[in-house]
């Protein structure tokens, strides 16, 4: 079984920072991708960013409205994966999960929520 829990929400002014931080209970190997979804009212969950550690090396994808602003990292030895948000945006407000791929099956935190100020 695996748990996620997000921490680090909260409310920003445009132009201003924010970092997520999600801490994973279970078996999760470094291979397995772990990433950061949001999902905006009235809209559809959509990726934010991904990262998987293959040969000692982070490979990260990254939504293309996130794409130099924000930053995806992994700690394997503490199952962890932090999300830093930069330059952010009134349209960046959604509340943001953290997702693992385990086994072909996905697992989700609950969600912060993260509101950007115009």
């Known amino acids: 079984q695996v748990q996620l829990v997000e921490s680090g929400g909260g409310l920003v002014q445009a132009g201003g920072s924010l970092r997520l931080s999600c801490a994973a209970s279970?078996?999760?190997?470094?291979?397995?991708?772990m990433g950061w979804y949001r999902q905006a009212p009235g809209l559809q969950r959509e990726l934010v960013a991904t990262?998987?550690?293959?040969?000692?090396?982070?490979?990260?994808d990254y939504a293309d409205s996130v794409k130099g602003r924000f930053t995806i990292s992994r700690d394997n030895a503490k199952n962890t994966v932090d999300l830093q948000m930069n330059s952010l945006k009134p349209e960046d407000t959604a509340v943001y999960y953290c997702?693992?791929?385990?086994?072909?099956?996905?697992?989700w935190g609950k969600g912060t929520l993260v509101t950007v100020s115009s």
């Open positions: 279970g078996s999760i190997f470094s291979f397995n991708p």
């Open positions: 990262i998987v550690s293959r040969g000692g090396t982070n490979y990260a």
């Open positions: 997702n693992v791929i385990r086994r072909g099956m996905n697992y």
